[in-house]
């Protein structure tokens, strides 16, 4: 094909993303054109439902019911997947799609995170195009900047804010001093929360996004098992103010290394830390979304900007596009397939730092004592304790501590001496300090 002819992309998904594909392609058209060195030209487009108004104009486009369909035109060298779903019908027409040997971007973070090396193999047996940026911090051109911009360097460390949803919440709960419940209610009622928020808050889209960073950051095979993944539905107001009281804020960090110098070791978590206020992460305010990269020759690298959203998600979906149209050949995660290393998984036990421990205690004598035995049995000593208030009487009072430096498995043999305690009233919330 002459590189002044348009790339023909099929759109599956006329959704926020999609729609926004279609809008942005309209108002930038000419401007794309020019950096991508031909026009990128929509061929068709598939959705659920032909009827819905989607506030914009898909007359000049072929409809196809079936968007598996897609994958089979003749006029179409990219399918753009952006339905959902890590399996089902998005996973088909991907498979389909490279292996008609199209070019395959999506903004699906499941479907990669749980099938993305399957469709590296498959796009490089086929010659063909994957990308994904979108899927990955919205429309933080991040994947780009860790497999092209840092290709040069040894990455150590990645760390982000990966869930605009969470750190809507924690955020609120600072700036209001409300619970978790009240202010997961009013994300919702302002479009910041889906109605069902599992992925969300529990981590989980987070670690979607981590196993994917991971993967390009490391050079290693994509590990979304391997991702230990906590959320913030425990994060109460009193942990927000004693975080605060101690020079931190609490954020949903999704945290990725490799340990060990010698068969290095893959560490993934994603769960509520806290942060001290001069990190940048602390700095990462609302439904924003930020990534931290530690290179060994470029020091640290902060990527910043919108995680979500139709006009940022599209931003992202249409670089992808530019890339193919211009010819980019850079692997979907860096290296090519066969040569990503299979990393065994660290133990979190070896990891050592400072923890926050909130222990929710009937109020009674000798309660604090408990604690603090079940501390000493365990090789844990103790920086600060404190008990919040004095509730009504005979109620639950909050008992918060920090512990000096100790390694994960000591904090969490303490936990378990405490395990049936009839004093606790509820597990522990146990947060690490980013140091
Ligand atoms: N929204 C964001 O800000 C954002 C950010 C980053 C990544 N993403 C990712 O982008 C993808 C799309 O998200 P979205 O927010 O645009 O979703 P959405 O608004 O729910 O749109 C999904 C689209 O897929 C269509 N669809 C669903 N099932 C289908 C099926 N079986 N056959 C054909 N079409 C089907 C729907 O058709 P109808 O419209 O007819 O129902 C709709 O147009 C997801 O993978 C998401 O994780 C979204």
């Known amino acids: 094909m002459a590189k002044s002819e348009p790339l023909r992309i099929a759109l599956a998904g006329l959704g926020t993303v999609g729609a926004g594909v279609v809008r942005l392609l309209a108002a930038n058209g000419g401007l794309i054109a020019a950096r991508a060195g031909r026009p990128i030209a929509i061929s068709a487009v598939s959705a659920r439902s032909r009827r819905r108004d989607r506030g914009v104009d898909l007359t000049p486009f072929a409809w196809e019911d079936d968007m598996a369909a897609l994958a089979r035109r003749g006029d179409v060298d990219v399918v753009v997947e952006l339905v959902g779903g890590a399996d089902g019908p998005a996973l088909a027409l991907a498979r389909r799609a490279l292996g008609a040997g199209k070019g395959l971007v999506t903004a699906n973070k499941a479907m990669i995170a749980h099938h993305g090396m399957e469709l590296a193999r498959l796009a490089d047996e086929a010659g063909a195009a994957l990308r994904f940026e979108a899927a990955v911090a919205g429309g933080i051109p991040v994947l780009k900047g860790l497999a092209e911009g840092a290709a040069a360097n040894r990455v150590r460390a990645i760390d982000g804010i990966l869930n605009g949803t969470s750190n809507f919440i924690l955020t609120r709960m600072e700036q209001t001093g409300a619970e978790f419940a009240a202010v997961l209610a009013e994300a919702q009622g302002r479009g910041y929360a889906e109605a069902d928020p599992a992925f969300d808050i529990e981590g989980v889209d987070a670690a979607h996004k981590l196993a994917i960073l991971a993967a390009i950051g490391f050079g290693t095979c994509l590990d979304f098992p391997g991702v230990e993944a906590r959320g913030i539905g425990a994060v109460?107001?009193?942990?927000?103010?004693?975080?605060?009281?101690?020079?931190?804020?609490?954020?949903?960090?999704?945290?990725?290394?490799?340990?060990?110098?010698?068969?290095?070791?893959?560490?993934?978590?994603?769960?509520?830390?806290?942060?001290?206020?001069?990190?940048?992460l602390a700095a990462v305010k609302g439904a924003t979304n930020a990534v931290a990269i530690e290179g060994d020759f470029v020091g640290r690298l902060l990527f910043e900007g919108a995680g979500a959203g139709d006009g940022p998600?599209?931003?992202?979906?249409?670089?992808?596009?530019?890339?193919?149209?211009?010819?980019?050949?850079?692997?979907?995660?860096?290296?090519?397939?066969?040569?990503?290393?299979?990393?065994?998984?660290?133990?979190?036990?070896?990891r050592r730092g400072r923890s926050y421990i909130r222990f929710t205690v009937a109020d009674r004598p000798g309660v604090l004592a408990q604690l603090t035995a079940a501390m000493r049995d365990a090789g844990v000593s103790i920086e600060s304790l404190v008990q919040e208030g004095r509730p009504e009487e005979g109620g639950e009072v909050l008992v918060t501590m920090v512990t000096h430096e100790a390694p994960e498995r000591a904090v969490s043999h303490a936990l378990t001496l405490l395990e049936g305690a009839p004093d606790l009233a509820e597990p522990p919330l146990v947060m690490r300090l980013v140091d």
């Open 236 to 280: 109460r107001a009193a942990d927000i103010a004693r975080a605060a009281a101690l020079g931190y804020v609490v954020r949903l960090v999704a945290h990725a290394e490799l340990v060990g110098p010698e068969e290095p070791r893959l560490f993934q978590r994603v769960a509520p830390c806290l942060v001290p206020r001069g990190h940048p």
């Open 313 to 350: 998600t599209a931003s992202a979906v249409v670089a992808d596009l530019v890339d193919i149209a211009r010819g980019g050949r850079t692997p979907p995660f860096g290296l090519p397939p066969a040569l990503l290393r299979r990393a065994a998984r660290a133990d979190p036990g070896e």
